[in-house]
């Protein structure tokens, strides 16, 4: 799952994404902790010399940290090839993630779609409302992210549990107000969204279920975020693999009534989609609660109604939240102007984001291993070192994104077979996918960038890019080329291609000024 971008097991990934926009994450090191003294920002750092918070034990097991990796060559000029390294230390588990997790959801869609255009469809507008409800979270990921960065960096594993622990119980009281709200007013949402009656009929089981799945979900968002902001991309990786492959193994039988099971069809994917959800949100707990990583979540001390940090977690993360709330409404209202041009386009919309968002796995992972370092780097007033390997994990980004575009024009056609062979589905998929094949590089750099302006804590500038991309833009256009000049589902897309340049070009301007290196957290 993407920070924040598993939704369930049929997402439209990360635009988030994802997904949400990536949370961000900052691995373990900075300076010595247990000895009470702080080493100059040059010294050799690992994540086994930050330090322990009495009675955890559990930093010396931490993953080794991807600063300690370029401390460890202070003697010497810091070169490209060091800053790589660094980069892909935290990139390589992030990305198998992304992979194998979009792979899973790519499989969920297929399943899904063997159903026919009306299922397909009733996924795709039962997501949309479900991931602007996941901006409700989005606030207390980033902002515990960044306060769990600067504290490990740090040397202050201390603050950075209490982060986490106070991070956890106000997601908790938020996803039972979220899974309440959407449970209840489903089929009112829905009809909102423009679904006609053969949509309804599948899609209001399958949108109460995801209800219900948002609540463990947004626990494993932000358990996961934790995890990767004291260094851990390993174990999140696991949970999030394993929850996913659940989804399919008891979602297929449920769907199709193999092995003497009822045949649920789309709400067979509800129901798996909560049945993995309540396993990686436990995943996750036992893991924060096991003292056998970075950090340390108890539950059971006079701490836990203590509050102290909420306001550096808010300063930061609220702006984060509105821009998810601005981007998820964007999204939501682009939905409705997509879905007005009937089920089978809008089937053919759901499935071409479905196979677009292998796009984002790359953006997502290497924004992962930007924000690490850049958190980390600033951490241990670095701030040179934090532009660089933001900038390398960018243009990394960048190529592996634009290997993948050229993939997905070449192949469109027989990409979108794979999910449904009806001929019109088909012919809108490709020009959807040829579109936005043409952005990958752009789109790939502005996820990187932006998602190391979120490890500084400079949260705002990509609020704005946000703000002015999709509503600006998206939107506006949307409604332009659809509604007014009726091009059609290519003419929504060439839209979103728009809204991904601005938001790139924004993002690049403020990322070149250097202002973010003097955010506060």
Not at 310 to 325: K, S
Not at 336 to 361: C, D, E, K, P
Not at 457 to 483: I, M, N, Q
Request: hydrophobic residues 55%; aromatic residues 6%.
């Amino acid at each position: 799952m993407a920070e924040d971008k598993h939704v369930d097991g049929l997402y439209e990934a990360g635009e988030t994404s994802g997904r949400a926009a990536p949370v961000a994450p900052a691995a373990a090191g900075g300076t010595p902790a247990a000895a009470g003294a702080s080493a100059p920002p040059s010294g050799p750092v690992t994540g086994a010399d930050a330090g322990t918070e009495a009675g955890t034990g559990a930093v010396a097991r931490a993953p080794a940290s991807a600063l300690g990796m370029l401390m460890g060559v202070a003697g010497r000029p810091l070169t490209r090839a060091d800053i790589r390294r660094g980069v892909m230390a935290l990139a390589g588990p992030a990305l198998a993630e992304q992979i194998l997790v979009t792979l899973m959801h790519i499989l969920n869609m297929v399943m899904v779609s063997r159903l026919g255009a009306a299922a397909t469809a009733a996924v795709g507008l039962s997501n949309q409302p479900i991931f602007f409800a996941t901006a409700g979270f989005m606030a207390l990921n980033v902002g515990t992210t960044a306060v769990v960065a600067r504290s490990v960096g740090a040397g202050e594993p201390q603050h950075a549990n209490a982060a986490a622990r106070q991070a956890l119980i106000m997601t908790a009281a938020i996803a039972v107000v979220l899974s309440t709200i959407g449970a209840v007013f489903a089929r009112h949402v829905l009809l909102f969204m423009g679904a006609g009656p053969d949509v309804m009929a599948a899609g209001r089981s399958y949108f109460v279920l995801s209800a219900i799945a948002l609540a463990f979900n947004g626990l494993g968002m932000c358990l996961s975020a934790v995890l990767r902001g004291a260094g851990d991309t390993v174990t999140p990786m696991r949970i999030n693999v394993l929850a996913d492959v659940l989804v399919v193994v008891i979602g297929l039988p449920l769907i199709y009534g193999f092995f003497g099971l009822p045949r649920l069809g789309v709400a067979g994917a509800g129901v798996a989609s909560i049945v993995a959800r309540v396993a990686s949100a436990a995943m996750a707990l036992s893991a924060v609660t096991s003292g056998q990583h970075a950090i340390r979540i108890t539950l059971h001390d006079g701490q836990n109604l203590k509050f102290d940090l909420a306001p550096r977690i808010l300063r930061v993360g609220l702006p984060a939240a509105l821009e998810q709330f601005i981007l998820r409404g964007g999204q939501l209202q682009f939905a409705r102007v997509v879905s007005s041009l009937g089920t089978a386009i809008y089937a053919a919309h759901q499935i071409s984001i479905n196979l677009w968002s292998l796009s984002f796995v790359v953006g997502f992972a290497f924004a992962i291993a930007a924000t690490a370092m850049v958190g980390q780097s600033l951490g241990a007033r670095r701030p040179d070192w934090a532009e660089r390997s933001a900038r390398e994990a960018s243009r990394l980004s960048m190529i592996v994104s634009g290997v993948i575009g050229f993939l997905c024009m070449a192949l469109a056609p027989w990409l979108i077979r794979i999910y449904n062979s009806d001929p019109v589905i088909v012919s809108q998929g490709s020009i959807a996918l040829r579109i936005m094949a043409i952005v990958q590089p752009a789109q790939a750099a502005a996820f990187v960038l932006a998602g190391a302006l979120r490890g500084a804590g400079d949260t705002r500038w990509p609020l704005y890019a946000t703000s002015v991309g999709v509503w600006g833009f998206r939107v506006a256009l949307a409604e332009l080329f659809v509604v007014h000049l009726g091009f059609g589902l290519p003419g929504a897309w060439a839209a979103m291609a728009i809204d991904q340049f601005v938001r790139t070009l924004v993002i690049m301007y403020r990322f070149n000024t250097g202002r973010w290196k003097k955010a506060r957290v």
